[in-house]
């Protein structure tokens, strides 16, 4: 039978939208600060090595110039100045600036005073641009000051530079110049990014990554809460056959334990509707609905199907004579035989008083007949005991098989065939019977098992 779906078992509620979101935007804000500082460290860190590069240029070139062209700087000349350092002029000379740009890829600039004398620096016609001066706040700090200073920002012609400044000494310890060793800006910030840039793929793939397994984990946990509410839901509203996502139970955490603990529940309530409390068979309400589907089943499937009805003879005298908690030993001992009995055969039902139903699936007349008369003999030969009496009982049994017929029919037809075995000897199982002697059953009145 197919049950009908829960209308709420699909709806999103707000624990579906607010459990993603705090577990993952607090994960996305940290894992964008982490970036964000982590490539702010790195980028600092590369501007350092920058910076320290552009000083060993700059020390390399002073020792260069100590070395090739030996004394003090001095500008000679009345209306053509030129630069000398020592006896040598090097005004023109740009052999040992434009190797070191060459080996290195930094420009170098040498002022005398303010003013740019030689330089590697070019505009954009190709020309030196010499007869310049430094800016201010370099001829402040390092003219003025004598300090080395490096500037992140310094405007050449309409190009930013990484620069290095460095005071230039004559032999009396007075500063004759300034050295400029310096990269473009574009050049460090595209040699940073390049560095920088799998360091920031990692880490947006590692979030990403994070966040992904973040909204997996709380799927699975959303789906095992909602699986948990539906199975609430259904057994709330009397569905005691509803079944728990195995999903649910396979997670080993405390879902699962509460999941271990609703069909515990589950069976407890079902055990409590469906089943005698004095047998533990099925009583007659849930045991009459389990009838209804193995009948359609075995319809649809066009299978055999046997039903038996049965009743404990002479158990009227067993209360009588023993009493009747003796008699409810009777009642357990036997519905312990049927339903070790009827194991994968069927099942059984307590369907009133001393009688009892057993539903044989899949099994024709002759089958269920066999089977059955093992299930006597196994009965005859039980002795069972109670407050020191050792008691032996018997049973009757009628039996019917037709899937043409309903239910009902069915019913009738094995009760009937109960009633003639039970007038007629009893301790016996009856397949059919003789019509003449069911003519006067509805008007008599039943002996209550006797």
Not at 60 to 83: E, I, K
Not at 127 to 152: H, N, W
Not at 336 to 353: D, N, P, Q, T, V
């Amino acid at each position: 039978m197919n049950r009908k779906k829960d209308p709420n078992m699909n709806k999103r509620g707000k624990l579906y939208y607010s459990f993603p979101a705090i577990s993952m935007i607090p994960l996305l804000l940290y894992g964008i600060v982490v970036i964000i500082f982590s490539s702010a460290s790195f980028k600092h860190s590369m501007q350092e090595q920058v910076y320290a590069e552009l000083k060993n240029v700059a020390s390399l070139v002073d020792t260069l110039l100590d070395t090739a062209y030996p004394g003090d700087y001095t500008l000679a000349g009345d209306t053509a100045l030129s630069l000398y350092k020592g006896d040598i002029d090097i005004t023109s000379d740009y052999t040992l600036i434009d190797d070191v740009r060459e080996r290195t890829d930094m420009d170098v600039t040498l002022f005398y005073q303010d003013t740019r004398i030689l330089t590697t620096i070019k505009n954009w016609e190709g020309e030196r641009i010499i007869g310049t001066q430094a800016p201010e706040q370099v001829m402040a700090d390092v003219l003025q000051e004598g300090k080395s200073c490096f500037y992140d920002n310094v405007i050449i012609k309409g190009t930013s530079y990484f620069a290095y400044y460095a005071p230039l000494y004559n032999s009396d310890g007075q500063i004759a110049g300034i050295l400029f060793v310096g990269k473009p800006a574009t050049e460090v910030n595209s040699q940073v990014n390049r560095a920088l840039s799998p360091i920031v793929i990692v880490g947006i793939l590692t979030l990403v990554l994070v966040c992904l397994f973040s909204i997996y984990y709380a799927s699975t946990f959303l789906k095992a809460l909602y699986g948990l509410k539906t199975f609430f839901s259904q057994v709330a509203t009397g569905n005691l056959s509803e079944e728990l996502d195995p999903a649910v139970l396979k997670r080993g955490d405390e879902l699962s334990e509460l999941g271990r603990s609703a069909l515990s529940m589950q069976n407890s309530l079902r055990n409590l509707v469906e089943r005698d409390s004095l047998t533990e068979l099925y009583n007659r309400r849930s045991g009459g609905r389990h009838l209804i589907n193995s009948m359609e089943k075995a319809k649809t499937m066009n299978t055999p199907f046997t039903l038996v009805i049965g009743d404990i003879d002479f158990f009227k005298k067993v209360n009588d004579t023993y009493g009747h908690l003796c008699g409810d030993e009777v009642l357990k001992k036997v519905a312990f035989l049927l339903r070790e009995h009827m194991k994968s055969k069927g099942y059984a039902i307590r369907w009133g008083g001393e009688e009892f139903l057993l539903v044989y699936e899949n099994s024709r007349l002759e089958e269920a007949y066999e089977s059955l008369n093992t299930l006597l003999e196994d009965i005859r030969n039980t002795c069972i005991q109670s407050d020191k009496h050792q008691i032996y009982i018997t049973m009757t049994f009628g039996m019917a098989c037709d899937s043409s017929k309903e239910l009902k029919e069915l019913l009738k037809d094995a009760d009937d065939r109960l009633y003639y075995g039970k007038n007629n000897g009893r301790n016996q199982i009856v397949t059919c019977c003789d019509e003449n002697s069911l003519q006067h059953k509805e008007e008599e009145e039943p002996e209550n098992g006797q």
